[in-house]
Each structure stands twice: as structure tokens, then as C-alpha cells.
């Protein structure tokens, strides 16, 4: 009755696949120890089946804080990222597996070729190739995957998970408690992040995208043992469509004459100046180098310029145009479109991706000082910014900084009525990566842009005027104690004439905590009290407004 059963899973496998949906890659996803004792007797014959289909399924171990003593070096390494699949899937015990997603879970001991089988005939809308490729100095891992859709799907959150592996680990001597020496396909690290990144929601047969990732190497036993395991899933449903492993081989185009217009960069999310000087990267697609194209523009549907480029890129080679300064006026909503319109003289095999239109806004009007909220990346020693007026000159700026995936809270210093730019850096050409980001806020909780997902600069611009402001300062002797606070939190100034006056209290993202409206306040001494006492540690925000001027302080609170 078995043989039947996957006689006849087999024959509809290849009856969908006819149909245009591809082979699946299973994926087993194991959660395991090195201080758990189960994990050690059932999981040599797990990765000896693993080991025996690896044509047809591949694994993520991800390594837990438990059971005592807590030690597993493997989960030391990178806890944020073992823990966040851990609560993803709502794990309380170890050894246990779920494959694809939440199409079956149980434990290793109870994955057999049987069940393997079943998952593998399940056809999948994808197919996905990956390459890895290790920098030259050998400090760094590339990858590069190929996603092409073979059948339409839809579903409401979709994501790609990128996980570098190392695929064989062992120890001369037992790393934890339950004698295990050797571990196999140990997660390194989740890129873009463990959360994974956020595809289109539907997909039709015939379109394809190509994603990019890098990693810094870090707590890498061997490097000849790493690889990539890229699997596809349904954030929502946790059902997993397909997953792939990686290997040094380059990949296969999909068409021969095949340019991607990739990205657009430095152009503002919010201007105000009427002004951009925008860069694209073009990348070659396709099996034949490119040695032509061209690629026109326009803003808020004026003229098209177009670009003649001319050079010679081969598959994945990539090629940056500057376009020059564009003056434009200035809309309440404006598109920046980029095309491609031919390549090579002839038309592009998949113009599906020749096309971005950049929507952006006028900028924000305030009148009072506004904060960024800086969040640090892992590599803080990369990160610049500069604060520039009207006529370009630098009247503010930072970095580089020191404490890797710390909150820099930082008070804009405008200091006349002007259209300011703020121009953020990132030497390693990978922005703000992670949960890095970047957050302007001004008034009572109102966001001027935010940004973290750029290459080497992001670029937005504000307005400042301090029009119907006199020049004397609103408020002297503003005291905010004790510093740290663990319980109450006090707040005094001195404000030079009769005023509405309000003392809000805000978190590092810049969400209003505690809020005191004092409303309308004679000239002279006063204050405010906030109940700190079940706030989390941290840094916080105190900010006093009397008038149309704003004024800021950081506390601490333990």
C-alpha cells in the first residue's frame, strides 16, 4: 500500500511539474543543543537521512539556550537570531523539527524517508538558484539568488530568508553536556535580518527577481564549511514554497538580452529645494554582455532626457549612471521616472524590471527644533551624517560612532529660516543594515522621513523658518533631575513670558510616554513631574515647549 501511495504522489509530482510548477527542496528546520540529551541519540540518524536525500531536502539547525547549563557556543554566537526563529515557531522543547513550515513538526526520531518523500512531491510555483562567493581577503560571504516563478501565487506575506550555514562543525571535545562533537548545517546568520525580506505579494508565472546579500564573517570555525540555505515562506501561514542550497557555481541566466534597472538613489523622499542629483545602477541579467543602452528620465511628466550608455557588462555586472543636477518645481506629490528603453539596440527580453518610478513629497514646514533618532547598525564606524543649509553649507554633522546597535538621539541645530538637506553616510556602501534606521521627529509626535535601506547616502530634505518667532529664548534654567531617575522624574524652567507651555516625555523611537499640558502659563518659574517608576532602563526624551519653541533633554532611567 506504501509503494502505491508514493507511486501515485510521484506521477502527480510530474503531472504539476508539466504543468510549469518545479521540483521542491524540502526544508527541515531543526531546533537542538548541545546540553539536551535526546538531541544527541536522535540526531546522528536524522543527518545520516538528511545526509542520504540531500538531493531533495536541506536543513537550518538553529541551537538553544536550554536545557541548563545554557552553554551551547552555537547558540552564544548569535542568540538574537536562534531566538527569533524559536518564537516564530513557538518552540518550548528540544530536538524538534518542522518541515516546511507548519506542514509537519515533531521530533527528528519521527522524520522518515516516507515523510520526506511526501514533502518532496509536493510541487512548488518557485524555483531558486544560489551562489555563494567568499571575498578575496576571506572575511566576508556573497550571495546572490536567483528567484524564478514558475507558477502564479498569491498569498498576503511573502518573505525570502537568506541563512548562511556551516554545514559541518566539530569539536575535539564535547562543547556541551550531552557528548555531541559534530553539528551540521549550524545557522551563522539571517540576512537581511531574521524577520527576512518582504516580497510582492502575488507573483505570476515567467517573472523572476535576483536579490543580493553580504555578511561580515563572524565565530566561523571553517570556512570551507559555509553555504547558504534560501527558502521562501508565507510570513503569516508559515507554509514554506520552496528552499534551495547554494554552491560556488555561477547561475544561469534566464534570457539573453536582459537589463535590470536595480535602484535609484540620492533622490529625496521630501525636498523642498527643487533640486536632486539622482543615481541609478543598471545591472546585466542576461547571458550576453551588454555594450549599449538607453535610459531616459523625467519629473512630474516634463521633458525626457535620455542617456546613451555605452561599456561592456557581463551577467550580474553592474554599472552606475550620475545624472546631473535636476531642477524641478517643487509639488505636493512628484515622480522621478527612470526607464530603460532599449539594450544592445534592440528591445529587452523581460522589460518587466526596466522601470522605477521614485514617488516623492514636498517637504515638511516647522517651526521648531526637530530630533533624529539614530539607530546603529553592526558597523557604527561606517555611519556619517551632515546637516546642510540652503547655500550648501555644513552647519551641523557626526560620526562616526563606536557602539554597534545603539540609539543616537541627536537635536537638529537649524540656525536661520532655510530648505535644510540631511545627508546620511555609510562607508561600507550597505546603509544602515539590520535594524539600523534613521528618524527625524518634530513637534508632538510628527515624522519628517526615516530612512536605512541605501547604499553609500541617503538624502531628504526639511524646511525651517522661524518666521513669528522673537529671537530671545523662550525658556532659561531648564533642569531636568535627579539623572538618572528611577522614580519620579522632575522637570524645571523659567520662561520669559506668558505662554501655553506643555512637558512631554518620549522613548528613543519618539513615541509619546507621559505628557503634561500645562496649558496657558505666566512669565517665570515652573514645572512638571513624571512617574517614571515602570519605565524599562533607558534612555528617554524630555521635551518643553512654551510657545512656538521647542527645547530637549536627555535623561536616563534605571
Not at 128 to 147: C, K, M, R
Not at 236 to 249: D, G, L, M, R
Request: net charge negative.
Amino acid at each position: 500500500m506504501k509503494k502505491f501511495t508514493l507511486l501515485v504522489l510521484s506521477t502527480l509530482m510530474v503531472i504539476a511539474i508539466s504543468f510549469g510548477q518545479s521540483q521542491r527542496m524540502v526544508l527541515a528546520e531543526e531546533f537542538t543543543s548541545s546540553t539536551c540529551g535526546p538531541c544527541a541519540s536522535q540526531n546522528p540518524a536524522f543527518d545520516a537521512l538528511l545526509a542520504q536525500n540531500a538531493d531533495i531536502i536541506t536543513s537550518v539547525k538553529y541551537h538553544m539556550s536550554w536545557p541548563s547549563p545554557g552553554n551551547d557556543p552555537m547558540y552564544l554566537q548569535n542568540p538574537a537570531d536562534n531566538n527569533a526563529r524559536r518564537a516564530y515557531y513557538g518552540i518550548n522543547s528540544v530536538p524538534h523539527v518542522h518541515m516546511d513550515g507548519d506542514w509537519w513538526n515533531g521530533m527528528p526520531s519521527q522524520v522518515n524517508q516516507a515523510r520526506i518523500n511526501m514533502a518532496a512531491a509536493i510541487p512548488s510555483p518557485f524555483s531558486i538558484q544560489v551562489q555563494h562567493q567568499l571575498s578575496p581577503n576571506a572575511d566576508s560571504i556573497y550571495i546572490t539568488t536567483l528567484i524564478d516563478v514558475t507558477d502564479n501565487v498569491s498569498s498576503g506575506d511573502l518573505r525570502a530568508f537568506v541563512v548562511v550555514i556551516e554545514k559541518h562543525i566539530h569539536f575535539n571535545s564535547p562543547p556541551g553536556t550531552n557528548g555531541e562533537r559534530d553539528f551540521y548545517n549550524v545557522m551563522k546568520k539571517m540576512l537581511p535580518t531574521n524577520t527576512g525580506k518582504t516580497l510582492p505579494a502575488s507573483f505570476t508565472t515567467g517573472e523572476y527577481m535576483i536579490l543580493t546579500n553580504k555578511w561580515a564573517l563572524e565565530n566561523v570555525y571553517d570556512n570551507d564549511e559555509l553555504a547558504v540555505v534560501v527558502f521562501i515562506q508565507d510570513y503569516a501561514t508559515k507554509e514554506v514554497y520552496q528552499a534551495a542550497v547554494s554552491s560556488t557555481n555561477a547561475l544561469t541566466p534566464l534570457f539573453t538580452n536582459d537589463a535590470e534597472l536595480t535602484n535609484v538613489y540620492y533622490a529625496t523622499d521630501k525636498n523642498c529645494s527643487g533640486t536632486m542629483a539622482p543615481k541609478f545602477k543598471i545591472r546585466n541579467n542576461g547571458s550576453d554582455a551588454i555594450t549599449s543602452m538607453d535610459v531616459r528620465y523625467f519629473i512630474n511628466g516634463g521633458d525626457t532626457t535620455t542617456i546613451n550608455w555605452t561599456g561592456n557588462l557581463d551577467f550580474l555586472d553592474v554599472a552606475e549612471i550620475q545624472l546631473p543636477q535636476l531642477s524641478f518645481p517643487v509639488e505636493d506629490t512628484n515622480h522621478l521616472v527612470v526607464e530603460i528603453a532599449s539594450v544592445n539596440g534592440t528591445s529587452d527580453d523581460y522589460p518587466a524590471n526596466n522601470n522605477k518610478d521614485h514617488e516623492f513629497y514636498r517637504a515638511d514646514f516647522l517651526g521648531e527644533p526637530a530630533v533624529m533618532f539614530l539607530g546603529l547598525d553592526d558597523n557604527p564606524e561606517q555611519t556619517t551624517w551632515k546637516l546642510f543649509n540652503y547655500a550648501g553649507d555644513v552647519v551641523q554633522e557626526g560620526g562616526p560612532y563606536s557602539d554597534p546597535n545603539s540609539i543616537q538621539t541627536i537635536i537638529l541645530g537649524f540656525t536661520s529660516s532655510s530648505c535644510y538637506r540631511l545627508e546620511v553616510y555609510d562607508s561600507g556602501n550597505d546603509g544602515l543594515t539590520g535594524n539600523g534606521f534613521y528618524q527625524v521627529v518634530y513637534g508632538t509626535n510628527s515624522t519628517a522621513f526615516t530612512g536605512g535601506d541605501f547604499a553609500d547616502k541617503d538624502v531628504n530634505e526639511i524646511t525651517y523658518d522661524i518666521v513669528g518667532i522673537d529671537e530671545q529664548e523662550a525658556v532659561v534654567n531648564l533642569k531636568v533631575y535627579p539623572n538618572p531617575a528611577s522614580d519620579n522624574l522632575s522637570v524645571s524652567f523659567t520662561q520669559n513670558n506668558s505662554r501655553p507651555v506643555s512637558v512631554l516625555l518620549y522613548d528613543m523611537l519618539g513615541k509619546v510616554i507621559q505628557e503634561n499640558n500645562l496649558g496657558l502659563q505666566p512669565a517665570g518659574s515652573l514645572s512638571a513631574t513624571f512617574n517614571v517608576s515602570n519605565l524599562e532602563t533607558g534612555v528617554y526624551i524630555v521635551r518643553v515647549r512654551s510657545g512656538e519653541k521647542a527645547y530637549f533633554n536627555k535623561v536616563f532611567v534605571k
